[in-house]
C-alpha cells in the first residue's frame, strides 16, 4: 500500500514538473519579440515603416496644434491699424505673429487696395499654400498605411512557399513542426503588416481631422478680414456722403 502510494506521488510530482516545462513552452513560444524575429527581412522593413510613421505623427500633431492657436488680437489690431490707415503696422504685427493665418491676413492687408473679389482671391489662394504646408508628410503616412498590410501579406506568401519548399525537399521524412513552423512563422509577417497599417491610418485621419479644422478656423478669420476691409473702405465714402449732405442744408 505504502508503495503504491509513492509511486502515486512519483507520477504526480513527474505529471506537475511536465505541466510547468508545458507552460514554460508557452511563455517561450508567445513571446512577441522572438516571433517578431522570425518574421525575416519583411519585419525589418515593417519596423523601418513604423519608425517613420510615428515620427510623421508625432511632428505632424506639434506643427498642427501650434496652428490651431489663434491669437484673439489678431484681427483687433489689423481692424484699428486699417481704420487709422497704418498698413504698415499692421503687417508688422502679422509678421511678427509669424502664424499660417497672419502670413495670410499679411498679404491681404497689403492687397488692400485691391477690390474685394481680388483680395478674396488672394487670400484664398494663400490659405491653399498654407494648408499644403500643414499636410506636408501625410501622403506618406497614408502610404504606408496602404503598404504595410501588402507587406505583410508578401511576408506571408513568401514563408509558405519557403515552408512547402522545405517539405518537397523532405521526401519521405515530412515532419509535421517543419510544416507548422513555417506557416506560423510566414503568419506573423501578416499580423505586422496589419498592425502597422491599423495604427497608421488612424494617425493619418486624426491628422487630416486637425488640417480641416484649421481650414475651418481660416475660412471665418478670411471672412471677417473681408467685413473689415469692406467697412472701412465703405466709411469714407459714407463720411463725404454725410459732408455734403451738410454743406447742401447749410446752403439751402
Request: aromatic share 6%; hydrophobic share 50%; proline share 2%.
Amino acid at each position: 500500500m505504502i508503495h503504491l502510494t509513492t509511486v502515486a506521488a512519483e507520477v504526480a510530482a513527474e505529471e506537475a514538473m511536465q505541466a510547468v516545462e508545458v507552460a514554460g513552452a508557452v511563455q517561450e513560444g508567445i513571446n512577441i519579440f522572438e516571433l517578431a524575429m522570425k518574421g525575416g527581412w519583411i519585419m525589418i522593413v515593417l519596423a523601418a515603416l513604423s519608425i517613420w510613421g510615428i515620427y510623421i505623427f508625432f511632428e505632424r500633431l506639434a506643427v498642427l496644434r501650434k496652428a490651431m492657436k489663434r491669437n484673439p488680437l489678431l484681427l483687433d489690431r489689423i481692424h484699428d491699424n486699417i481704420v487709422d490707415g497704418d498698413m504698415k503696422s499692421a503687417i508688422n504685427y502679422c509678421e511678427k505673429v509669424n502664424t499660417p493665418m497672419s502670413r495670410i491676413l499679411a498679404k491681404g492687408v497689403k492687397d488692400y487696395k485691391l477690390d474685394t473679389a481680388s483680395i478674396r482671391q488672394a487670400l484664398d489662394n494663400n490659405a491653399g499654400l498654407e494648408i499644403a504646408t500643414l499636410e506636408k508628410g501625410l501622403p506618406i503616412l497614408s502610404t504606408i498605411a496602404a503598404v504595410a498590410p501588402m507587406l505583410g501579406f508578401l511576408g506571408t506568401v513568401t514563408g509558405m512557399v519557403q515552408a512547402f519548399w522545405q517539405m518537397a525537399n523532405a521526401g519521405n521524412n515530412i515532419d509535421v513542426s517543419l510544416l507548422s513552423g513555417g506557416i506560423y512563422e510566414a503568419m506573423v509577417t501578416t499580423v505586422g503588416g496589419l498592425i502597422v497599417g491599423i495604427i497608421a491610418i488612424f494617425a493619418y485621419n486624426y491628422l487630416v481631422i486637425l488640417v480641416d479644422k484649421i481650414q475651418n478656423l481660416m475660412e471665418a478669420d478670411i471672412i471677417s478680414f473681408i467685413e473689415i476691409v469692406t467697412e472701412s473702405k465703405e466709411a469714407p465714402c459714407k463720411k463725404t456722403a454725410q459732408a455734403d449732405n451738410t454743406d447742401y442744408i447749410q446752403v439751402q
